[in-house]
């Protein structure tokens, strides 16, 4: 058995050990300073434990919307530091305005103060080792590709860009024709003869197969896998690992028979699933559309001064089966925007107007499709609605494109939350990926991890 792999932590079990250590960090910290300093406000016992359920359940539900288990953020110092301000001031706020479920206002204002300086002093504390040591190359994990020179770069940048902690130390080109040893990543160029003691040298944690010609995986390289397998490596195939560390569907490597790799998810079929997300998407729409009409005085002075126009506009836009219906938007372009043709939007794009920039980045634009959502023609949560013209020119070049319109389009996505504006066809593949992926594994679960990145997007001023 293979005793020699260094320790890694899987994505998942990063996000958990980051949830669970915030709570216990601040827990302790609020304890020690209770000792110390007497401090009143929040005492920890068998009488009042709920207080520590409560204060947990805000750290992890605002600590998700302030991106603090993002394994990317969580990596970077000053990413992290300003996760860590944001997360402690509206935990902090959140919890002193529910006295139902939490102490009761204190009298004195440097109980504030302290209850504020302990759970950042905690977070800080602990996020700061983290970096130091589980986020070090120590805990990195080591993988090998076989796979063909031409793919080497680009399987790569996919998988080391997907997750800050994986290395690939080397590869095995299974490509018969084309023997060149040079790349420019210097990654090592491996021997089949030497696989098992590369992988021995240098405690690899996995073997990832991601040839696509099933003849370079030769007799030799064949019976070297089963005697690392046997040896308790890991070996798996490369969609599998890109769709686990990407939450992307890799469909540029698989084959035109897709659908043996894309079961649908069963939530696509659940009706009482269905039925439950149809009621949330009926309320949220309302509570949109309120909100909508108490600002709606600011946007009309607004496009008043700033866009000297029509307030909204319709388009037509590819919905659930193919079937087209019209969107509705508040107008963000100058007139006559697209006199010359339909053309892919971009960022910092010259046609927005300066009010629509507002617009956009608020996603304040987006509030009449909440009309379009209670008519049926959208949901809350789903693949962005593309134009017909679009459609058509992206499907003749990519396929299973269309393969999106199964399900509502949705105002929010995992699209959106994880990419940036399309601009480009390899804008709209890398989309397609994420779109594919929720289509998957569409569930509750899913559902509210969108909403908390689009919480994100809403409160840091990031929309498009």
């Known amino acids: 058995m293979n005793k020699h792999k260094g320790i890694h932590f899987e994505v998942s079990e990063r996000k958990i050990l980051l949830r669970i250590f915030d709570v216990v960090s601040v827990l302790l910290s609020l304890y020690l300073v209770g000792v110390i300093f007497r401090f009143n406000y929040f005492n920890i016992s068998e009488t009042n434990f709920y207080w520590t359920i409560v204060l947990g359940i805000y750290l992890n539900f605002i600590g998700s919307v302030f991106e603090m288990y993002n394994l990317q953020v969580a990596s970077n110092q000053f990413q992290i530091i300003k996760s860590i301000i944001l997360t402690t001031s509206i935990t902090v706020l959140v919890y002193l ?9 204190p009298s004195n204002r440097i109980q504030i103060f302290i209850f504020f300086i302990a759970i950042f002093l905690a977070l800080f504390t602990w996020r700061m080792t983290y970096l130091r040591f589980f986020a070090s190359n120590r805990f990195s994990k080591k993988v090998i590709l076989i796979c063909d020179k031409e793919q080497l770069i680009e399987l790569v940048q996919g998988l080391e860009s997907a997750d800050p902690h994986y290395r690939v130390l080397g590869f095995v080109n299974s490509d018969s024709a084309n023997t060149k040893t040079s790349n420019n990543l210097k990654i090592k160029n491996i021997d089949i003869n030497n696989l098992k003691d590369f992988v021995n040298k240098n405690a690899v944690s996995e073997i990832v197969i991601a040839s696509q010609k ?15 397998l046997e040896n308790g490596y890991i070996i798996r195939e490369y969609t599998q690992v890109y769709e686990n560390l990407t939450q992307r569907i890799p469909v540029q490597y698989v084959s035109r028979d897709f659908y043996r790799y894309f079961p649908f998810s069963r939530s696509n ?4 699933y269905l039925i439950m997300v149809r009621f949330f998407e009926i309320v949220i729409s309302l509570i949109g559309l309120l909100i909508g009409v108490m600002i709606l005085p600011l946007i009309l002075i607004g496009n008043l001064v700033g866009n000297r ?38 960022m910092n794009d010259s046609r927005v107007t300066p009010f629509g920039k507002i617009l956009r980045k608020s996603r304040i634009d987006e509030f009449p499709q909440f009309i379009n959502i209670l008519k049926g023609d959208m ?31 949705g105002l929010t996505g995992w699209a959106q939350v994880n990419y940036s504006y399309g601009e480009t066809i390899d804008d709209s593949l890398i989309k397609l990926q994420y779109d594919l992926y929720y289509i998957k594994h569409r569930s509750l ?9 689009t919480l994100s997007t809403v409160l840091l001023y990031r929309g498009q």
């Open 97 to 105: 305005l529910t006295p139902l479920y939490t102490p009761v206002l």
């Open 309 to 346: 126009g029509k307030l909204l506009y319709t388009q037509e836009r590819v919905g659930k089966n193919g079937m087209v219906f019209n969107i509705v938007k508040f107008r963000t372009m100058v007139k006559n925007a697209e006199k010359g043709g339909a053309v892919f939007a971009t």
């Open 379 to 409: 949901a809350v949560i789903g693949p962005r609605p593309e134009r017909p013209v679009f459609v058509d020119e992206i499907a003749e070049v990519m396929p299973f494109y269309e393969t999106r319109h199964v399900i509502k389009p």
């Open 214 to 228: 099933t003849d370079g995986i030769t007799v030799n390289l064949y019976n070297q896998l089963i005697h690392l």
């Open 269 to 272: 079929q659940n009706h009482f």
């Open 445 to 453: 679960f899913l559902d509210v991890n969108i909403i908390f990145k």
